[in-house]
């Protein structure tokens, strides 16, 4: 067992089936939750080129591109008019687009003192290193 985004667990299956070399990568999302997996884009406040950021960004939102960008890697997007653009496969993935019940017990973190963050941080490092 192993914890990973979706995305990249997905990409880590397709690349087992391709390499025909006996692994199975399967993932699922427990019964009592789990973070909320999502990506964001930012732009700096001081960002030199904001036109063209915002330019680049309307691009990526348009529901035949975002599409396209979710059938490759593997995640759902949050443009609703995208969703009948994306392949079939990954639009009916259960673990990619959660049904609504399985939606409601994702969660997100919130931001935390830094202190805590550092007790967070350790210890993750801890599971990873084994140690």
């Given amino acids: 067992m192993a914890i990973g985004?979706?995305?990249?667990?997905?990409?880590?299956?397709?690349?087992?089936?391709?390499?025909?070399?006996g692994v199975n990568v399967s993932y699922f999302i427990p019964k009592e939750g789990a973070l909320a997996?999502?990506?964001?884009?930012?732009?700096?406040?001081?960002?030199?080129?904001?036109?063209?950021?915002?330019q680049f960004l309307n691009y990526l939102m348009r529901p035949d591109v975002i599409a396209k960008i979710s059938d490759q890697v593997f995640y759902a997007n949050g443009n609703k008019a995208s969703t009948p653009l994306v392949s079939e496969t990954i639009r009916n993935n259960p673990a990619i687009y959660p049904p609504a019940d399985v939606f409601a017990k994702l969660f997100t973190l919130k931001v935390q003192d830094p202190k805590i963050d550092r007790v967070r941080t350790r210890a993750w490092t801890k599971v990873k290193s084994g140690k």
């Fill in 5 to 21: 985004w979706a995305g990249d667990v997905w990409q880590a299956a397709n690349r087992a089936k391709e390499a025909k070399n």
């Fill in 37 to 54: 997996f999502f990506d964001v884009f930012a732009m700096p406040a001081d960002a030199k080129n904001k036109d063209e950021a915002y």
